[in-house]
Every structure is written in C-alpha cells, then in structure tokens.
C-alpha cells in the first residue's frame, strides 16, 4: 500500500510575507489592465463590459443585507456591478440594504451610483471639520479601529447629516404613545433624504422587482413589502431599518 505524506497539500498556498495593504495593491495593479504602460481609458473598459455576455439566468437578484457601514460597502459592490453590466431584475433588502436597494430600483440606470454616492457622502460627512486626518496623522491599523470607534462615539452624540439626530429629551420625558416617547433620535431627516434621492414613482412602476421586510412590533413577526403587492414608500423603508429603541418604528 502507498504511504501517504499527510504533510502535502497542493491546495494549500504559500503565506506572502508583505503586509495585507501591500497585498492588495499588489493584486490591484496585477489586475488593472494596461497597454503599452498606461491604464486603458475607461471606454474601453465600458465596451468591453458591453460585449460581455449576460449570465444564463431567468432573473438576476441583489441581496442586500443589514448592518450599518456594510451599507457603504454594497454601494461599492454594485458601482463594480454596473461596470461588469450585471444589473439586477430584483432587489430584496433590509435596514440599510434596503435603503441601498430603494436607492437603485429608484433610480434610472445612468443616475444609480451617483444616488448611491450622494447619499453615503451624506450621511458620512463630518460637519464641523474633517478633523481626523488633520489631527491624527498616524496610520496603521490601531490608528483607523481608534478613530473609528471616536468617529461612532461622536455620530451618537451628534447624530450623522441627512440620517438621524438626537432629540433633545429622553424618551421617557415624551407623552406615551408619541413617536418621540418610543426612540432617542429623530430620523425625519433620513425621510427627507430618501424622497429627494428617491423617484418612488419609478420605484413602484417595477421596473426593478423590490422587496424589503421590517418587523412588526405587535408581534414580532416579519412583515413583508414587495412592489408587486404594495406600493412602497418612504416610511416602509424607514421601517425596514428601524432599530429601538434609537430609531422609531
């Protein structure tokens, strides 16, 4: 019988000895393409996503799940999506997803990104000052968790832009039974936010299947909303990324 070396594995890759940054520049510049030393401009890279043939599927679907800043990161998913020419037929999302989904389904094709942008700029944007760079110079990873984690701490305090503010009582102090007695901050900015990004119109024509839940609080069960079924607005998506007790159901 063969001896078996229990100590090979094909499968398993060498450990590159650079930093994880450095990796990923590394596999960054691999992957860009270039002719004759230069990036090719972007047309190309346009047209060559144009003739790229459309996967084999009846329907193509986004799954945006929640999750806060994981929103940041879908909305760089589906810039590279777009460039692929991969655009979905269905959108099903919650909390922050499905405000990234609302935002595209909403949207007509060439002003999908740029929505996506606008938003994220907005509610990430640092009203006072842009102090971090300024003030911190130091990088690395310990540098970016500690400003991240002062970064969240003044967003609870004061609120982000266009997204949520803190009202000025608690909760408790409110009368029973009002929306401010239920939730610590006031998210009729991100209401505003939503129908000024939004074409709810286009949104509900279906041109883009959209699908989001929320949870009922009377019974804590799912509740489901689908542009076949319903016609969806602003405070069903508001409802999908409710969070008490900070934000309101």
Not at 27 to 53: K, V, W
Not at 114 to 143: H, I, M, N, Q
Not at 153 to 161: E, R, S, V, W
Request: hydrophobic share 40%; with cysteine.
């Amino acid at each position: 019988m063969a001896e078996t070396d229990h100590n090979y594995s094909p499968l398993a890759p060498a450990i590159s000895p650079l930093p994880p940054d450095e990796r990923r520049r590394a596999r960054a510049a691999e992957s860009s393409p270039h002719l004759g030393g230069s990036q090719l401009p972007a047309t190309a890279n346009r047209i060559r996503a144009a003739t790229r043939p459309r996967p084999p599927f009846e329907c193509i679907a986004l799954l945006l799940q929640g999750g806060g800043a994981l929103g940041a990161y879908q909305a760089g998913v589906y810039e590279a999506l777009t460039k692929a020419d991969l655009d979905p037929d269905w959108i099903a999302g919650v909390s922050i997803g499905a405000i990234n989904g609302a935002l595209i389904a909403g949207n007509s094709p060439e002003n999908r990104v740029d929505r996506l942008r606008a938003f994220w700029e907005r509610v990430t944007a640092k009203p006072y000052c842009d102090w971090s760079e300024r003030l911190f110079p130091a990088k690395g990873d310990a540098a970016r968790q500690w400003l991240n984690q002062v970064s969240a701490n003044i967003a609870l305090i004061g609120g982000a832009p266009g997204f949520f503010t803190p009202r000025l009582l608690a909760p408790w102090l409110y009368p029973p039974g009002t929306i401010a007695a239920t939730s610590a901050y006031d998210t009729s900015s991100l209401k505003a936010t939503l129908e000024e990004l939004i074409d709810f119109d286009r949104l509900d024509a279906g041109t883009i299947r959209f699908s989001i839940s929320a949870v009922n609080v009377r019974t804590g069960n799912f509740v489901y909303f689908d542009t076949r079924t319903h016609t969806i607005g602003p405070e069903h998506i508001m409802a999908s990324g409710a969070l008490p007790p900070d934000f309101p159901q």
